[in-house]
């Protein structure tokens, strides 16, 4: 079966920077488990996966503009200390999660740390990356029509079904 709209996805992959510096990978637990079609993962790695079948393997690579996006200046900001009340030891690189003006929560990353400001900056960790996937396709199922109403894949544990 091919990879297409309305199909559960099942990959295993291991996503690496320009440097070869190993982001993130799912080689030690379970593998990622999406709904094609629906936006549940970047567009870049979703459109080079169309048409796949199981136990196909691919590198993709993919830029910044078909994955989080580019840096926004914007997004980096600087805010009181006090926004940190409890937090003893704040250092860059450290990651929080703050509400959106949205009342979305967004994950900051502390940049530098003032007397009395912290610069955060709200991009994605990954924005501005180019970021390269090796990636092995598991299975492919037909969606539930729960799955294609809610937008998602829906049993909790990450496994298809008949593994």
């Given at each position: 079966?091919?990879?297409a709209?309305?199909?559960?996805?099942?990959?295993?992959?291991r996503?690496?920077?320009?440097?070869?510096?190993?982001?993130?990978?799912?080689?030690?637990?379970?593998?990622?488990?999406?709904?094609?079609?629906?936006?549940?993962?970047?567009?870049?790695?979703?459109d080079?996966l169309?048409?796949?079948?199981?136990?196909?393997?691919?590198?993709?690579?993919?830029?910044?503009?078909d994955?989080?996006?580019?840096?926004?200046?914007?997004?980096?900001?600087?805010?009181?200390?006090?926004a940190?009340?409890?937090?003893?030891k704040?250092?860059?690189?450290?990651?929080?999660?703050?509400?959106?003006?949205?009342?979305?929560?967004?994950?900051?990353t502390?940049?530098?740390?003032?007397?009395?400001?912290?610069?955060?900056?709200?991009?994605?960790?990954l924005?501005?990356?180019?970021?390269?996937?090796?990636?092995?396709?598991?299975?492919?199922?037909?969606?539930?029509?729960?799955?294609?109403?809610?937008?998602?894949?829906?049993?909790?544990?990450?496994?298809?079904?008949?593994?």
């Amino acid at each position: 079966m091919k990879i297409a709209e309305n199909c559960v996805v099942s990959i295993h992959y291991r996503l690496t920077d320009d440097d070869g510096e190993e982001l993130d990978s799912s080689a030690e637990g379970e593998p990622l488990v999406y709904l094609h079609g629906a936006d549940n993962i970047i567009p870049g790695l979703e459109d080079a996966l169309e048409g796949r079948q199981a136990g196909e393997q691919l590198e993709v690579v993919v830029q910044p503009d078909d994955a989080y996006g580019p840096v926004d200046p914007e997004m980096v900001q600087a805010v009181p200390r006090s926004a940190f009340k409890g937090v003893d030891k704040l250092e860059p690189g450290m990651q929080f999660q703050m509400r959106g003006p949205e009342g979305q929560i967004q994950v900051v990353t502390v940049q530098e740390v003032g007397s009395q400001e912290v610069t955060i900056d709200a991009n994605h960790p990954l924005a501005g990356q180019v970021l390269h996937f090796a990636v092995t396709v598991e299975s492919v199922r037909v969606a539930t029509a729960e799955e294609i109403e809610h937008g998602h894949v829906h049993d909790g544990h990450g496994h298809g079904h008949g593994h």
